[in-house]
T-cell receptor, first 113, second 112 residues
Framework: DAKTTQPNSMESNEEEPVHLPCNHS???????IHWYRQLPSQGPEYVIH???SNVNNRMASLAIAEDRKSSTLILHRATLRDAAVYYC??????????????FGQGTILTVHP | SQTIHQWPATLVQPVGSPLSLECTVE??????LYWYRQAAGRGLQLLFY??????ISSEVPQNLSASRPQDRQFILSSKKLLLSDSGFYLC???????????FGNGTRLTVT
């Protein structure tokens, strides 16, 4: 599976936008970019995913670079409840991936009041 | 709507004792099912996945096993627990090759 690289940690203030970067320079044409987040003592929660075009949902936006070698998860107005570990994961739509997720270390997001 | 149930929430077991963790999914049929483990302060590790009844694939060799006796039931077992089996065990389901995974609330296992 292609590898992703994320910063170990980021900080933000409440009510401000947060841009969480992810590099995936070896991404293949059939790799989907998924984002999950994990709050303390809880299971991971799906946030958003995309293939080539930017995506928006009620939780966040996903901006994908034109060459697809990087992407950015955007939280438009951070709240204290957004403090979590954010994981950027690639899932190959073909082959024998069967939707398996390979989690890296993720980015620890701290939100200050 | 779909829901996933995982129990128990916490478990303390002595070394050498057996283990059985159960996960059930409601509101969907023929899901892909997964067991993950997260050691303290570390990332998630995929243990087993299943694409159908009786079909189990193991990702990491160890003293754990998994079974899928029914379409929406996934069980993680061990005959004899080791100290290193302590961790946060998470069950998840998904539909399709690149659809999102939905996780349960997890079982925190402490082996003493």
């Amino acid at each position: 599976d292609a590898k992703t690289t994320q910063p170990n940690s980021m900080e933000s203030n409440e009510e401000e936008p947060v841009h969480l970067p992810c590099n995936h320079s070896t991404i293949s044409g059939t790799d989907y970019i998924h984002w999950y987040r994990q709050l303390p003592s809880q299971g991971p929660e799906y946030v958003i995913h995309g293939l080539t075009s930017n995506v928006n949902n009620r939780m966040a936006s996903l901006a994908i670079a034109e060459d697809r070698k990087s992407s950015t998860l955007i939280l438009h107005r951070a709240t204290l409840r957004d403090a979590a570990v954010y994981y950027c994961i690639l899932i190959n739509a073909g082959g024998t991936s069967y939707g398996k997720l390979t989690f890296g270390q993720g980015t620890i997001l701290t939100v200050h009041p | 709507s779909q829901t996933i149930h995982q129990w128990p929430a916490t478990l303390v077991q002595p070394v050498g004792s057996p283990l059985s963790l159960e996960c059930t999914v409601e509101g969907t049929s023929n899901p892909n099912l997964y067991w993950y483990r997260q050691a303290a302060g570390r990332g998630l590790q995929l243990l087993f996945y299943s694409v159908g009844i009786g079909q189990i694939s193991s990702e990491v060799p160890q003293n754990l096993s998994a079974s899928r006796p029914q379409d929406r039931q996934f069980i993680l077992s061990s005959k004899k627990l080791l100290l290193s089996d302590s961790g946060f065990y998470l069950c998840a389901w998904g539909q399709g090759l690149h659809s999102p995974l939905h996780f349960g609330n997890g079982t925190r296992l402490t082996v003493t």
